[in-house]
């Protein structure tokens, strides 16, 4: 990952533009391509970004300046004029070894992986925790007809999930042996905004009755 505080200015071109003047920022450029901006407010969320699969070309103006034009599979383009950088270094993070989920969304990945056609009709489990690049999907299963599905799991479904499983999506339909590769957003409860954003992105929200999940899983009846 490389880390650079610099004072920049950013413009954002695709299906609508964007403009951030001239501030310093922190800009985020990850392993898998993903270049972000950050300020110092603002909560955790970027102020602009391009998610991967993207190109970064460094340049300069005519008049000298630093320039990274990025550009998305789409031709979006993220322009940042660099005016001075304050700092610049890069990590080599090595492979994260994913979210560790609390009680209630870990037992919710294990009831759905065994009874994944409460998710869906047809819907057989492939693997739990399949793994990716940038982390691993909560669950990979099979539709009825064969193709591919990813299954993030969440107790609460906000935006910040919706875009998890968008990034694993772009990165699984790379994959020839996988694609086409769908999406289904699971939770105890999805937020309208999360909602609208999935049926957008073409994936299919699934709300998950805890107690009912748990009324099928009868441990009474278990061997082990």
Same mark, same amino acid.
């Given at each position: 990952?490389?880390? !650079?505080?610099?004072?920049?200015?950013?413009?954002?071109?695709?299906?609508?533009?964007?403009?951030?003047?001239?501030?310093?920022? /922190?800009?985020?450029?990850?392993?898998?391509?993903?270049?972000?901006?950050?300020?110092?407010? *603002?909560?955790?969320?970027?102020?602009?970004?391009?998610?991967?699969?993207?190109?970064? %070309?460094?340049?300069?103006?005519?008049?000298?300046?630093?320039?990274?034009? !990025?550009?998305?599979?789409?031709?979006?383009?993220?322009?940042?004029?660099?005016?001075?950088?304050?700092?610049?270094?890069?990590?080599?993070?090595?492979?994260?070894? *994913?979210?560790?989920?609390?009680?209630?969304?870990?037992?919710?990945?294990?009831?759905?992986?065994?009874?994944?056609?409460?998710?869906?009709? *047809?819907?057989?489990?492939?693997?739990?925790?399949?793994?990716?690049?940038?982390?691993?999907?909560?669950?990979?299963?099979?539709?009825?007809?064969?193709?591919? /599905?990813?299954?993030?799991?969440?107790?609460?479904?906000?935006?910040?999930? /919706?875009?998890?499983?968008?990034?694993?999506?772009?990165?699984?339909?790379?994959?020839?042996?996988?694609?086409?590769? %769908?999406?289904?957003?699971?939770?105890?409860?999805?937020?309208?905004?999360?909602?609208?954003?999935?049926?957008?992105?073409?994936?299919?929200?699934?709300?998950?009755?805890?107690?009912?999940?748990? *009324?099928?899983?009868?441990?009474?009846?278990?061997?082990?």
């Amino acid at each position: 990952m490389r880390l !650079v505080v610099a004072r920049c200015q950013v413009d954002y071109a695709g299906r609508l533009t964007a403009h951030l003047p001239m501030a310093t920022r /922190v800009l985020m450029i990850k392993a898998d391509g993903s270049v972000l901006v950050h300020s110092d407010g *603002g909560s955790y969320k970027p102020l602009n970004w391009m998610s991967p699969p993207c190109t970064l %070309r460094e340049g300069t103006t005519d008049d000298g300046a630093v320039e990274w034009t !990025v550009t998305s599979k789409t031709d979006d383009t993220l322009r940042i004029l660099i005016e001075q950088i304050h700092h610049d270094t890069s990590h080599d993070l090595g492979v994260d070894p *994913g979210l560790q989920k609390d009680g209630v969304e870990k037992h919710l990945q294990e009831l759905l992986a065994e009874h994944p056609a409460t998710l869906a009709d *047809g819907l057989t489990l492939v693997r739990r925790e399949f793994p990716t690049a940038i982390g691993p999907v909560d669950l990979m299963c099979r539709d009825a007809d064969g193709l591919a /599905v990813a299954v993030e799991i969440k107790r609460r479904g906000e935006i910040d999930g /919706v875009e998890q499983l968008t990034r694993y999506l772009e990165l699984l339909n790379r994959d020839p042996l996988l694609a086409p590769v %769908r999406g289904i957003f699971a939770a105890q409860e999805i937020k309208p905004q999360a909602r609208v954003l999935a049926t957008d992105r073409g994936i299919a929200c699934s709300v998950v009755d805890y107690d009912a999940l748990r *009324g099928i899983d009868d441990s009474e009846h278990r061997l082990f």
